[in-house]
C-alpha cells in the first residue's frame, strides 16, 4: 500500500528500494533492491534499522538517475545514508507493550490488594466489587513478573494474564 502510494507519486524515477521489520521479537524483515545491483540497496537499508534497533517500520528510498553511475560501493554509501538520514529526522515513536492482568480476590482481600495498586502505580481498567471481587489491570510486559507476585503474596488472591 504505502509502496504502491510513493510508486505513484515518484513515477518517473527508476528505483524504489526499500527495507522493513515489524514485531517484537524482530524475526520479520525484508529488503529489497528494486533492480539495483544485489544487497546494494535493501540491505544496507535493512541495516540503519537493525544498527537504531527500530521494529514496525518501513523506510522506502526513491532513486532517480542522475547520469553519474555510482558503482555498487556507492549504491550502498548512497542507500544507507538516506536510510540513516531518514531515521535521524522522523520521529521515533516508543510504545510499551502491555497486558491485561486479571485479578480475583474476597472482599477482605481488598486492603492487600490496592495498596499493590498504589504501590506499582497501577489504574485499574475494569472492576467488580462483591463478595468476590475482580479487577483487571494493564500491566507493562517487563513488570508482569514483580507485579503478579506482589498480588499473589496476598491472601486468597488468584492472578491471570488474560490474552
Request: hydrophobic fraction near 40%; glycine fraction near 6%.
Amino acid at each position: 500500500m504505502f509502496l504502491e502510494q510513493i510508486r505513484k507519486e515518484h513515477h518517473s524515477a527508476r528505483h524504489h528500494s526499500y527495507a522493513w521489520r515489524l514485531d517484537l521479537d524482530k524475526k520479520r524483515f525484508r529488503a529489497n533492491d528494486d533492480g539495483e545491483p544485489s544487497n546494494s540497496a535493501g540491505k544496507p537499508i535493512l541495516g540503519q534499522i537493525q544498527s537504531f534497533d527500530l521494529t514496525n517500520v518501513l523506510i522506502i528510498v526513491v532513486r532517480y538517475f542522475g547520469g553519474t553511475k555510482l558503482g555498487v560501493g556507492g549504491l550502498i554509501d548512497a542507500y544507507r545514508t538516506a536510510a540513516k538520514f531518514a531515521i535521524e529526522e522522523g520521529k521515533i515513536i516508543e510504545r510499551q507493550v502491555t497486558r491485561f492482568v486479571q485479578v480475583k480476590f474476597p472482599y477482605p482481600s481488598m486492603g492487600g490488594v490496592m495498596k499493590i495498586l498504589k504501590d506499582f502505580q497501577l489504574e485499574m481498567h475494569s472492576n467488580k466489587f462483591e463478595i468476590e471481587c475482580e479487577l483487571v489491570v494493564e500491566v507493562r510486559l517487563d513488570a508482569i513478573s514483580p507485579i503478579t507476585s506482589a498480588f499473589e503474596d496476598v491472601d486468597h488472591v488468584t492472578v491471570k494474564l488474560l490474552p
